[in-house]
């Protein structure tokens, strides 16, 4: 069963002098969590108001749980949660009053629908007092994720909700999506954080509005068209220069330690020896030349320069 669609979805800013969304079409399936993944300004967030109905469509057409997004936007508003990327609680008001609020905006209590939020809310129950806005970035995180689930959502949308937060913040967040997805809650993540792509079920790849790869995880990396392989040396900035300055080399970016690089005959035998003889002649020492599986990135990457 479908529980978000999209069909070729534009919206536009400045009188159409900007292009957020691009003829944007993709369906989630009911209980899946789905990541939309791309940098900053690619269009995830354009995207999501388009679904929670903030933003009308300049075209194309969306429904979120069987309902249109612009003419029965009163039906989604009831029965989806939205955690902007911005903390947008009230920052003066306690942990406990921002939960009895949104409670009641919706017409339910939090007694009602304590088990849905439970092991989220016992993380910061002692604190329960304190002014949302004096909270830890991971805690303003829990905060607004129980906030958008007191009204028990058959859709969350989570507009980058690991931005700006530490890693064993991000990673127990990941943790809480998992065990919100055995309920039967629908997910959409949006995410700039290509190692965040492996932990959704299936990912959209976005640039500049555009959707280039929707699938698997492990399907976009099988999907990756070349041979790939790590380099690094004792002058790993020289060595970038010099890799992309020779006609050996089709593709070559930095990945922390090592660089990722493609080379144009990666199928003939003596290829990499090639390589390494072409290094020593520019005086590069300790280098070592690795075959690798491509990451998200890596196909993110590839997809962009086609």
């Not at 919706?106 to 439970?118: M, P, Q, S, V």
């Not at 092991?119 to 991971?138: C, M, T």
């Not at 969350?156 to 530490?166: A, M, N």
């Not at 997805?181 to 965040?196: A, F, H, N």
Request: charged residues 25%; proline residues 4%; aromatic residues 8%.
């Amino acid at each position: 069963m479908i529980d978000v669609a999209l069909h070729s979805i534009r919206k536009t800013y400045n009188k159409g002098a900007i292009v957020a969304v691009d003829d944007v079409s993709f369906e989630v399936e009911k209980g899946e969590l789905f990541g939309l993944i791309g940098p900053d300004g690619a269009g995830k967030t354009s995207i999501f108001r388009v679904l929670t109905t903030l933003l009308l469509p300049d075209g194309g057409t969306a429904t979120v749980g069987g309902y249109d997004v612009v003419k029965q936007y009163k039906n989604i508003r009831q029965n989806v949660g939205y955690m902007p990327g911005k903390f947008s609680l009230y920052q003066d008001l306690s942990v406990e009053e921002n939960l009895e609020f949104f409670a009641t905006v919706f017409g339910t209590t939090i007694k009602e629908n304590y088990d849905l939020i439970r092991d989220i809310y016992v993380q910061i129950e002692p604190f329960k007092r304190r002014r949302a806005g004096k909270l830890s970035g991971g805690m303003k995180q829990k905060l607004a994720l129980c906030c958008a689930l007191i009204h028990r959502p058959t859709v969350l949308f989570l507009d980058e909700p690991t931005t700006g937060v530490d890693t064993v913040s991000r990673k127990e967040f990941w943790e809480m999506l998992k065990r919100l997805k055995q309920q039967g809650i629908t997910i959409l993540v949006s995410t700039p954080y290509m190692d965040e792509a492996t932990l959704c079920e299936r990912i959209a790849l976005i640039q500049n509005g555009r959707i280039m790869s929707i699938d698997t995880p492990d399907a976009i990396t099988l999907q990756y068209p070349e041979r790939l392989l790590a380099i690094k040396s004792d002058a790993m900035s020289q060595l970038l220069n010099d890799l992309r300055q020779s006609d050996l080399v089709n593709s070559c970016n930095a990945f922390g330690e090592f660089h990722h690089i493609s080379l144009t005959r990666s199928d003939e035998p003596g290829a990499q020896a090639e390589l390494l003889q072409y290094l020593s002649k520019h005086h590069h020492t300790n280098v070592t030349l690795q075959p690798i599986t491509p990451t998200i990135e890596d196909c993110f990457i590839q997809l962009m320069n086609q």
